[in-house]
């Protein structure tokens, strides 16, 4: 079957500098990949050259099998996108600001529905700039899931969220996933990356330095963890690069 998301040798860089360097990787329909990686590495802008909203120097970029630059607006009604920091109009209320998405799709899921299951029902008169950094969040992954897509990008996926929320967004999502959609997140915590992600890939400085399950992620490392396993692969250079000795 034809991958959901397939990136063939993505190379993106901003003048000089290189932010995505040949990048290749594919994700099936209704997995859930993890796309990791230090603050600065390139994730953003890989998603942002995924999904279209930025031009890439060179390589392949295929979702549903579409081209995001060239079809952009049938991908628009099949793809939903959580941004990072999203800049709504100012005094629009949450209610207002889900019906201006919902109308924007033909197959727009019920958003009260949405609202309810991330928590946000009572907060549907209010102004969004009035929500808790957390409220925000939560109203970013609604947004993201307004157009019943078939494909997710989920940029930090529960940052800001407290302990009891992220779990159940982890629920919700884990039951879309059942439903077969695909999911693509980036995210710091190792714990979220576990429970959810079938594969993952680990950039550094726009390279790619790790690409398979996380079981394989924590075998190839001298860990039983995947954040130890982690932090191992992303300094791993650094440590063979540096000369230093304990303190005796
Ligand atoms: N419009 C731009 N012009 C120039 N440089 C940019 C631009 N956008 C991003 N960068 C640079 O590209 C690099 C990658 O940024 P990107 O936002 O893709 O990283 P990231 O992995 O998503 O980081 P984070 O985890 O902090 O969100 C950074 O060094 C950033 O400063």
Same mark, same amino acid.
């Given at each position: 079957?034809?991958?959901?998301?397939?990136?063939? =040798?993505?190379?993106? @860089?901003?003048?000089?500098? %290189?932010? !995505?360097?040949? /990048? +290749?990787?594919?994700?099936?329909?209704?997995?859930?990949?993890?796309?990791?990686?230090?603050?600065?590495?390139?994730?953003?802008?890989?998603?942002?050259?995924?999904?279209?909203?930025?031009?890439?120097?060179?390589?392949?970029?295929?979702?549903?099998?579409?081209?995001?630059?060239?079809?952009?607006?049938?991908?628009?009604?099949?793809?939903?996108?959580?941004?990072?920091?999203?800049?709504?109009?100012?005094?629009?209320?949450?209610?207002?600001?889900?019906?201006?998405?919902?109308?924007?799709?033909?197959?727009?899921?019920?958003?009260?529905?949405?609202?309810? =299951?991330?928590?946000? @029902?009572?907060?549907?008169? %209010?102004? !969004?700039?009035? /929500? +808790?950094?957390?409220?925000?969040?939560?109203?970013?992954?609604?947004?993201?899931?307004?157009?019943?897509?078939?494909?997710?990008?989920?940029?930090?996926?529960?940052?800001?969220?407290?302990?009891?929320?992220?779990?159940?967004?982890?629920?919700?999502?884990?039951?879309?996933?059942?439903?077969?959609?695909?999911?693509?997140?980036?995210?710091?915590?190792?714990?979220?990356?576990?429970?959810?992600?079938?594969?993952?890939?680990?950039?550094?400085?726009?390279?790619?330095?790790?690409?398979?399950?996380?079981?394989?992620?924590?075998?190839?490392?001298?860990?039983?963890?995947?954040?130890?396993?982690?932090?191992?692969?992303?300094?791993?250079?650094? /440590?063979?690069?540096?000369?230093?000795?304990?303190?005796?």
């Amino acid at each position: 079957m034809e991958a959901a998301i397939a990136v063939n =040798q993505l190379y993106k @860089s901003y003048g000089d500098v %290189r932010v !995505v360097e040949n /990048l +290749s990787f594919s994700v099936n329909r209704g997995e859930v990949f993890g796309f990791l990686g230090a603050n600065g590495a390139g994730k953003s802008t890989t998603i942002e050259c995924i999904v279209g909203t930025r031009k890439y120097d060179r390589g392949t970029v295929s979702i549903l099998g579409l081209n995001p630059l060239q079809d952009r607006k049938q991908l628009f009604e099949r793809v939903g996108v959580q941004f990072q920091e999203t800049i709504y109009q100012d005094k629009i209320k949450v209610a207002e600001l889900c019906e201006v998405t919902r109308s924007l799709y033909q197959a727009a899921s019920n958003y009260r529905d949405l609202l309810q =299951q991330f928590g946000l @029902s009572e907060h549907l008169n %209010r102004q !969004v700039s009035e /929500l +808790s950094g957390g409220q925000k969040q939560r109203l970013s992954i609604v947004l993201a899931l307004i157009p019943n897509p078939e494909v997710v990008f989920l940029d930090e996926l529960t940052t800001g969220l407290d302990a009891k929320v992220r779990r159940e967004v982890w629920k919700y999502l884990s039951s879309l996933k059942a439903q077969g959609l695909t999911i693509l997140l980036t995210s710091h915590f190792m714990d979220e990356v576990e429970a959810l992600c079938d594969r993952i890939m680990i950039i550094k400085e726009g390279r790619s330095i790790f690409h398979g399950t996380v079981r394989e992620a924590i075998a190839a490392s001298p860990y039983d963890h995947l954040e130890d396993a982690y932090l191992w692969f992303t300094d791993k250079e650094e /440590l063979e690069n540096a000369s230093f000795s304990y303190p005796v």
